[in-house]
């Protein structure tokens, strides 16, 4: 849902995916992808006011696969946008580094 590549290239770095075959990595960015996008929405959908969030139920139900439409209204109306991307890809990232050591 952010599917750009500057994100998705974040993504493979931060959890160490580079590496794998493309089909392998390109289907486990998605998952994560939508995990963080969901994660922002919550975050900022909080913060919007009635207008805002019409709005951007209108531009989501309207992007169909352009996943450049909502980011650019989020970063668009979003202060830090950009942060908060990277904080929860962090958040995501620590929990999913927890979750696995407590299998270990």
Known sequence: ????????????????????????????????????????????????DDEDKNELSDVLDNAGDDFEKPYSFLKQKVGNFEGLIKEELEKIKKESLALSQSFA
């Open 1 to 48: 849902m952010l599917n750009n590549s500057s994100h998705l290239d974040m993504i493979a770095e931060s959890f160490g995916l580079s590496k794998l075959p493309k089909a392998v990595r390109d289907s486990i960015l998605e998952e994560i992808d939508e995990v963080i996008f969901r994660s922002v929405l919550f975050r900022v959908m909080v913060d919007m």
